[in-house]
């Protein structure tokens, strides 16, 4: 295809992410219904003149491309994904105040505020990954969605430390520091979770997803231009009287 402005080419992937075979974002209300929503499993599906389950509904206010039963359904959704949206703000800057040294000891009063700030953060996340769960009838479908696995990563880390501290009452060896470290460090992944609701994002990853294989090689031939100039490089400020070439 050739696209006289980047206009053009926006509203191209615009349309691919509308296809009805499409994976993505945007998807028809037999795909929803079927896939995730629906209590028929019948191979037809439902019609366009189908009733919308009260599941069907709920799973609809987490999905801010749609399809909504009404204009209240389809409200409800962009205001829940603005306040998600704002909730994956607020836990990466939590994330990140937390890391500063005056937060490091456990008694600080600032330390017990970014906690409560965590874990309200993490009650909400989960709401957010249990409710359309529980909605679903595909279970397994909807769990291995990528978003939906980037959701579980969110939450995950979380649970794991709260668990790893019950158990061990508070045993302070260095290898379980580590590793309670890293479990912590794995909730970065939340920063991903915007993605879910911001339509131009998915629509990079799109792109990102059909030039993948232009992209690998212009990461070859960078590559190959770099080994090449830092050998002459090298060799070029080598000054000393042993080196030999």
Known sequence: FFFETNHDLFHFFIFALSMPNHDGPTRSKHQLAKSHA?????????????EWTWKMKVYS???PAGPHPNERF??????????????VLV???GFCIESLPQFTEVD???TRLLYIIE????????IEYIVPLYCATN????VKTPLNVVDLCAILPFYLDLSFRLFLNGVEAPAIQGFLRCIRMIRVV???????????????????????DALLLLVFLLAIGATVFATFIFYAEQTESWFVL
């Not at 209590?39 to 599906?45: H, Q």
């Not at 279970?139 to 909807?142: A, G």
């Open 38 to 50: 629906c209590d028929n499993d019948s191979d037809e599906g439902p019609t366009s003149q189908m």
């Open 61 to 63: 206010m987490f999905e």
């Open 74 to 87: 389809a409200l409800a959704s962009r205001i829940m994904s603005g306040f998600i949206l704002t909730i």
């Open 91 to 93: 836990s990466c800057i």
């Open 108 to 110: 600080n009063t600032g």
């Open 119 to 126: 874990v309200t953060c993490v009650i909400i996340f989960t």
């Open 139 to 142: 279970k397994w479908t909807f």
């Open 190 to 212: 939340r920063v991903f979770k915007v993605s879910k609701v911001c339509d131009s994002l998915q629509v990079v990853a799109l792109t990102l997803s059909i030039s993948k």
